[in-house]
């Protein structure tokens, strides 16, 4: 990570940032041709799928096939190889690595205020900034295509996501330290920006994704998922997307696993603050079961463990879930933590205005003898995912800018922000630059998931509807 310091003036980190458009030219951002050498796409699909449980990878695929839009954002590790060969300032932050539209979202606040964030950081690493920013764009792009937009109304979406990246990189630039990372979106931010910017129904959907935001806490979470069987609170089965453990392996494989999810919990609460890990001694585990999880993830091992405190009504869900290596290591470098499991809760604690009090992580042996990273957090602590399909163009564009403006905030947090806003500069030559640039790219994930829907027809891989 860049020493913001360093023993610059702001005016020499300025004069740094502009400097770089030498060696990676605004404009030059537009650019994207797959190379000639470029891998299969589903070749480095099916890598990833090696290390993967392989009952749950066909359930993988056939999320990746439903449309254009969710194979993109089960493909991070194909855009990552592609962005490798794309140009580049030399500046870098920490990123999510995996910043589509949809890991946006609102979120509670340790505080308990309804905040709006990034939400996944199963790729994060520190790298080029403006590898995010293009993975969001093209989301962009993705999504206005599957909902009919014009070319017209998707280069505008796109045009303001990155002009609110760009403006409010420039607007941190001149802060100070301490007010950009106490800098977060809360509830009257987003209401004030719907009022601003919406029409009358898009103001009533604000309204309501933030009502129903609060009501997707644990506690929904617990009545939706548990349920009393044989006189004890039980994780309810939804075979093949939530197998409690008790149905999953047989007696003497059952035992040995649940003593190792045990200990997991045990050994996490250290990573943990002190307080907060006394308020998770309170707690005593009951169930747990295995659980599917978004599109990329499908496959990796995730479980959710229920704990009880003060009495049958008293739940917390949490979910630990596999980390394995960044797909973007092989790009950027290796992570400075041994553990990959830290290496998502750090950056996560790094980019998040607010994260989740039970936010940790550890290691632990499978039975297969292999040693497997973890990261664990609340299952649900208020959520409000976007719903792309529902939005007309006004309101994905209003969209757009609040997660160009989320995005900005969490980089300017970890990187120079003086550097980037005065590489991106006044003017709008990056913003055009990546509208043309997120087309380009949403033509190739046509191309791939076509690629991967060949290969279904062909035998050559399973897809399974889930």
Request: with cysteine.
């Amino acid at each position: 990570m860049p020493d913001q310091a360093g023993g610059s003036t702001p005016e020499e980190r300025a004069a740094r940032g502009r400097a770089a458009r030498a060696q990676a030219p605004r404009s030059s951002h537009a650019e994207y041709r797959p190379s000639a050498t470029r891998p299969d796409p589903v070749d480095i699909i099916e890598a990833q799928s090696a290390a993967r449980l392989p009952g749950l990878v066909p359930i993988r695929y056939g999320r990746m096939l439903e449309s254009p839009f969710r194979f993109y954002r089960g493909a991070a590790a194909l855009m990552a190889a592609d962005l490798s060969g794309t140009p580049r300032t030399g500046m870098t932050t920490q990123v999510c690595g995996d910043a589509h539209l949809l890991n946006f979202r609102l979120l509670a606040s340790p505080e308990r205020k309804l905040v709006f964030d990034i939400n996944d950081f199963d790729e994060t690493l520190p790298g080029p900034w403006e590898w995010d920013v293009k993975r969001l764009a093209a989301s962009l792009a993705i999504a206005g295509r599957e909902n009919g937009y014009t070319d017209a109304e998707r280069s505008s979406v796109v045009r303001a996501t990155v002009r609110s990246y760009r403006e409010e990189m420039r607007r941190f630039a001149g802060l100070g330290n301490l007010a950009v990372w106490y800098t977060q979106a809360d509830r009257e931010q987003l209401q004030a920006l719907a009022d601003e910017k919406l029409g009358a129904r898009g103001r009533k959907r604000t309204q309501q994704a933030m009502a129903k935001a609060r009501t997707r806490d644990g506690l929904q979470a617990f009545e939706k998922l548990t349920g009393v069987f044989d006189g004890r609170r039980r994780i309810a089965a939804d075979p093949p997307l939530i197998v409690p453990l008790q149905d999953l392996l047989p007696g003497v494989e059952r035992d040995a696993v649940e003593g190792q999810l045990r200990e997991l919990i045990e050994r996490y609460s250290h990573s943990l603050q002190s307080d907060r890990r006394h308020l998770l001694q309170q707690y005593r585990i009951v169930d747990m079961a295995r659980k599917v999880v978004g599109v990329g993830s499908v496959g990796t091992r995730c479980w959710i463990i229920l704990l009880l405190g003060r009495d049958d009504q008293d739940p917390l869900l949490l979910q630990a879930k596999e980390a394995d290596q960044s797909v973007l290591a092989q790009y950027v470098g290796l992570s400075a933590y041994d553990n990959q499991g830290e290496r998502v809760v750090s950056g996560q604690r790094l980019m998040q205005a607010a994260s989740d009090i039970f936010l940790g992580w550890e290691r632990v042996t499978g039975l297969d003898g292999r040693q497997r990273d973890f990261y664990v957090r609340q299952l649900r602590d208020w959520k409000g995912i976007a719903e792309p399909q529902l939005m007309e163009p006004r309101g994905m564009r209003v969209f757009g800018e609040l997660c160009g403006a989320t995005l900005a905030r969490a980089h300017a947090r970890s990187g120079d922000r003086i550097e980037i806003a005065a590489y991106l500069g006044g003017g709008d030559v990056f913003d055009r630059a990546l509208a043309v640039f997120a087309e380009r790219y949403a033509d190739q994930n046509e191309r791939d998931h076509q690629a991967l829907a060949d290969a279904v027809d062909a035998g050559r891989v399973s897809a399974e509807a889930a």
